[in-house]
């Protein structure tokens, strides 16, 4: 089973930054896809950054031009740089893959979730 271990969140002051990264480990297996999702309370979890194999990225609106998705294949981590950061980016940010093992079952797995929290 692929796992997946998120770190890097925490407490940040509006206009701070943080990086969140993510590695996924396990054996036998290629990731298409990952992605940061999150989650603020009282609100349903929304897609934020999403980047393939490729290259390929998403980036929402409500965060274009503040973070950036990035992703080292060979260490199998994804990164969250996030820049300006405002009291609407307060949510929990969880870590998602999608990929198959190499007996070509897909797998779309999720991380613990990490904190981040903007205020002053």
């Known amino acids: 089973q692929v796992q997946l271990v998120e770190s890097g969140g925490g407490l940040v002051q509006p206009g701070g930054s943080l990086r969140l990264s993510c590695t996924a ?11 940061w999702y999150r989650q603020a309370p009282g609100k349903q979890r929304e ?21 950036t998705i990035s992703r080292d294949n060979a260490k199998n981590t994804v990164y969250l ?8 980016d ?6 998602n893959a ?4 190499y007996s070509a079952r897909p797998f779309d797995y999720w991380g613990q979730g990490t904190q981040v929290t903007v205020s002053s």
């Open 25 to 35: 480990s396990g054996s036998a297996f290629s990731i298409d896809a990952m992605g």
């Open 47 to 67: 897609l934020v950054a999403r980047i393939t194999s490729g290259g390929r990225t998403f980036i929402a609106n409500s965060v274009k031009g503040r973070f």
């Open 81 to 88: 740089q996030m820049n300006s950061l405002v009291p609407e």
């Open 90 to 95: 307060t949510a929990v940010y969880y870590c």
């Open 98 to 101: 999608e990929g198959r093992y």
